[in-house]
């Protein structure tokens, strides 16, 4: 993976953010995208690749055309968290990995 540096500055605030997120949980997806380092974008695809495989796929992964869902598959294999936000957002899918963040990599409440 990419130092932190590297992928918050070149990635995430070089992002428009999306209008479909509301302002706060876009926010929190944010935060958790940076604080996490590109664990949110890796788990989100190997999920995305384990229901392909059982032949469940996700709605979004299956309406991305056949030559974006190869580029995302060699983002995963390469380990490379900054470009499959980077695809996600091209493809109009930038609040599913927010929302990924904030159900899969929010603390919990009371957990400290």
Not at 24 to 49: K, S
Not at 89 to 105: P, Q
């Amino acid at each position: 993976m990419q130092p932190l540096s590297y992928y918050y500055v070149n990635v995430l605030e070089a992002m428009e953010k999306p209008c479909d997120v509301p302002a706060a949980e876009r926010q929190e997806g944010f935060d958790l995208l940076y604080q996490q380092g590109g664990r949110v974008e890796i788990d989100l695809m190997q999920q995305a690749e384990q229901a392909l495989a059982k032949g469940a796929p996700f709605h979004w992964h299956e309406a991305i055309d056949a030559e974006q869902q190869q580029k995302l598959r060699r983002a995963l294999e390469d380990q490379d968290p900054a470009k499959i936000h980077k695809l996600l957002h091209r493809n109009g899918y930038a609040s599913v990995l927010y929302h990924h963040a904030r159900t899969h990599f929010s603390p919990v409440p009371g957990a400290a």
